[in-house]
């Protein structure tokens, strides 16, 4: 499928729910995609059939991490959605509640079965209770790559093209 048929809105979601048996949820900044994205993807997409990737907004991101985003919303929306573990992109909300949860609406309206999340993940607590208020299992996976990848990090990525001359 391509790209932009991933993309959803929020109307879309009783649809993706009613044609889905199994859906996880995951969210994030994704702003310069690297191997360590394509891992979590695919643990994500391990625990469901159908994988829903909430990307965080240009606005939420700029509160949380200062001089970023590097790249826009859309375009993290549409190279997220251009990867093969994905099934569907959807953009964050502009709120932020406790625990970095930019996918409040989001996960009510579509009742995912899992969230998937980092082991270190900061709003570790607050995304558990929303979960069991929701009844979704929540899941955490560790940041691991293969081996025959160099692990590396947005931040990685950002301080070594400030090196290059």
Request: net charge negative; aromatic share 6%; proline share 7%.
């Amino acid at each position: 499928m391509r790209p932009e048929n991933k993309i959803i809105r929020r109307d879309d979601l009783p649809d993706v729910r009613m044609r889905h048996k199994e859906i996880a949820l995951c969210s994030g900044c994704f702003d310069i995609l690297q191997p360590g994205h394509a891992v979590f993807f695919q643990q994500c997409k391990d625990a469901a059939e159908t994988l829903v990737v909430v990307v965080g907004r240009d606005a939420s991101i700029a509160r949380q991490k200062p001089s970023r985003p590097l790249n826009p919303e859309n375009n993290r929306l549409y190279l997220v959605a251009a990867l093969a573990d994905v099934d569907y992109t959807i953009l964050g909300e502009e709120e932020m509640k406790p625990g970095k949860i930019d996918y409040y609406h989001v996960a009510e309206d579509l009742r995912p079965d899992v969230l998937i999340l980092n082991d270190d993940d900061s709003g570790l607590v607050e995304k558990r209770a929303f979960c069991e208020r929701l009844g979704i299992r929540l899941v955490t996976v560790q940041r691991v790559v293969p081996d025959f990848l160099t692990p590396t990090s947005t931040s990685e990525i950002i301080a070594k093209a400030k090196t290059v001359p």
